[in-house]
Nanobody
Framework: QVQLVGSGGGLVQAGGSLRLSCSAS????????MGWFRQAPGKDREFVAT????????HYADSVKGRFTISRDNAKSTVSLQMNSLKPEDTAVYYC??????????????WGQGIQVTVSS
């Protein structure tokens, strides 16, 4: 298992930017694929982006492709989500998560705390 602590988020106007970060401890960070998910009130949790253990492969949901960028720094044991051109429909609680080395990830077993992101019209 790996322990995850998220940071960032907040309130921003439509068209603005935010950067979310997640710090890991426990098992070796570079052994895990990482992902970002989000959940709006009354809706199911949905996939946002994922990155493999080395950082060489990424995948994005169609709804955020071209606007969001996932990255990782294994030396600092962190994963980030840069969010640009934000829209009101991006408003949600965001979560970072860790999986195994397999690609694509078959299971996300460790989750960070929720990070509130609110985008105003």
């Amino acid at each position: 298992q790996v322990q995850l602590v998220g940071s960032g988020g907040g309130l921003v106007q439509a068209g603005g930017s935010l950067r979310l970060s997640c710090s890991a401890s426990g098992r070796t960070f570079r052994s895990y694929a990482m992902g970002w998910f989000r959940q709006a009130p009354g809706k199911d949790r949905e996939f946002v982006a994922t990155i493999n253990w080395s950082g060489g492969i990424t995948h994005y949901a169609d709804s955020v492709k071209g606007r969001f960028t996932i990255s990782r720094d294994n030396a600092k044991s962190t994963v980030s989500l840069q969010m640009n051109s934000l829209k009101p429909e991006d408003t949600a609680v965001y979560y970072c998560a860790a999986a195994g080395r397999s690609w694509p990830p078959s299971q996300f077993g460790s989750w960070g705390q929720g990070i509130q992101v609110t985008v105003s019209s």
